[in-house]
């Protein structure tokens, strides 16, 4: 539990403190920040199309959608649902092509593969791939040494990180983007 910045109260079962687990989806806020941060920096813009970055047509012709932005994918309303059969074979990209049900903007709709694509995004927008990305610029800065952003990680999990490491991670969003003076993001509003 953090409180004005300090840690007040923490416990943990079956190991220490330092000890990195799974944190499953809290690693979409990593990924998150990432695109956060190509945004602030004038690498990307968040109205951008994700076709812009990903060269796939993610639009269902027959809903007559606005094209799907990076906003909608942040925003889980890109009309995107998982689905166990894709519309496109997994061997023609590197990431699956979700469907899309419902027009980019009008429903909320949870979706993994969002995030997944927004991965794939910070990689073309930087050249990095999301796990460099990830320990370059979120965990370092925020002095997240017993967290780990592995290779095998995607946009919606993979991240691993310590108790103590994640108490950063809070006061860093208690402090508007800022732990020990370094900023993780500034606060990015959307402009429609």
Known sequence: ???????VYRDTVGCGPDTPFGVASLTKTFTA???FQLAERGIISLNDPIRNYLNVDFENPSLDSQRI???HLLT???GLVEDPDPRVRPNEYPFTVPEQRYPAGVRFHYCNQ???LLGFIVFEAS????????TRNILVPLEMYDSKAPASMTGAAGVQCSINDLARYLTMFMNG???RGKRAYLETRHRS
């Open 1 to 7: 539990m953090v409180k004005d910045g300090r840690v």
């Open 33 to 35: 920040i990432a695109v």
């Open 69 to 71: 932005t990076i906003w």
């Open 76 to 78: 889980h309303t890109s």
């Open 114 to 116: 969002g995030y997944n």
């Open 127 to 134: 050249g990095q791939t999301l796990s460099e990305y990830v």
């Open 177 to 179: 983007g800022a732990f």
